[in-house]
């Protein structure tokens, strides 16, 4: 008898609408094929059935194809990744669990333009995600609100097979970015974070820019690039200016505000909509479970991987330097 109770029955029929460059893409750069998917979601089911730590899961075709794509469509690494996934979520459930667009907390940050999906997919079909950390009040929200904003938006994103094909692309605009951004975070929250997302995230990240970093974010942008593998830090670009990162995007991705055509207002109700829609499929991500007491020794697994050991504040290394 399975231990893990699914999500859906394993004689799910997959169905997609992805767009035959799509497909073309998904062979040449994740090995992806008809048989190859099938076979491989036959095998994470039947892993996830077995295991004896997770008790509940989801196991449709768009959630588990999350992992495959992400992993090229190695099984065991696809299979490590969803155990790292559901163990994540809950030994740092103050940052990825309960989340809630009605939170008002949530809806505030959502509202003043900290982070946004753009509209416009890139030359190469990624979706760019924009983050405006100097719009974000580092005195009325805490680091668990920031934390909290990125898991919802994430979530509300990775079951789209063309972000799964495509992968994402970001831009990162500094500009506003004060002390009270640098230390609300510590170093040892900051290092689990960033292992978070390069680790533990089901997502292809493929470029990460940067703008308008003032001296003062120095710190943290250096420290941060020095935990990325080897193969994130080749994906970062630092950009002087608006101007040097049109460059590397058309305008026409852009908010009004950046030289593009669709005013940032917009492109902010466009989310809002998107996780008004999202919000039960979301929250329902809560009622999956990993037995991190069952023996299996994840948590301790995962605290090492993550790394907890380093201390101290931005505000202290700032003042050190």
Not at 128 to 149: L, N, Q, W
Not at 208 to 222: A, E, M, T, Y
Request: net charge neutral.
């Amino acid at each position: 008898m399975s231990s893990a109770e699914v999500a859906c029955p394993q004689e799910e029929l997959y169905k997609s609408d992805v767009t035959p460059q799509a497909k073309e893409i998904a062979l040449k750069e994740l090995r992806e094929d008809d048989l190859i998917r099938e076979q491989s979601l036959e095998q994470m089911r039947d892993w996830i059935s077995k295991h004896p730590a997770i008790k509940k899961c989801r196991t449709d075709s768009p959630f588990l194809l999350r992992f495959l794509r992400t992993k090229k469509f190695s099984v065991p690494q696809a299979c490590s990744l969803l155990e790292k996934y559901l163990a994540t979520r809950q030994i740092y459930s103050r940052w990825f669990r309960n989340l809630n667009y009605d939170d008002p907390v949530i809806q505030e940050i959502i509202n003043c333009g900290y982070l946004v999906p753009l509209p416009c997919r890139d030359s190469q079909n990624r979706l760019v995600i924009m983050a405006c950390p100097g719009r974000f009040d580092p005195y009325k929200y805490t680091t668990e609100d920031m934390a909290r904003t990125h898991a919802l938006v994430s979530e509300c994103l990775m079951d789209d097979e063309m972000n799964q094909i495509y992968g994402y692309a970001y831009i990162n605009d500094y500009s506003n970015l004060s002390m009270g951004h640098i230390s609300m975070w510590s170093i040892s929250d900051l290092k689990v974070m960033v292992n978070c997302l390069q680790s533990v995230s089901p997502m292809r990240h493929k470029e990460n820019h940067f703008i308008n970093i003032p001296s003062i974010g120095k710190h943290l942008v250096d420290f941060v690039f020095s935990l990325l593998n080897e193969k994130l830090r080749k994906r970062v670009y630092i950009h002087k200016s608006i101007d040097e990162l049109k460059d590397s995007f058309s305008p026409s991705v852009l908010p009004r505000e950046y030289g593009g055509e669709i005013p940032l207002a917009d492109i902010v109700n466009n989310l809002k909509k998107k996780l008004q829609a999202a919000k039960e499929s979301t929250l329902a991500l809560d009622d999956m479970h990993i037995d991190l007491d069952c023996g299996y020794k994840l948590e301790g697994l995962m605290q090492e991987e993550l790394g907890t050991g380093a201390t101290g504040s931005f505000r202290k290394l700032e003042l050190q330097r």
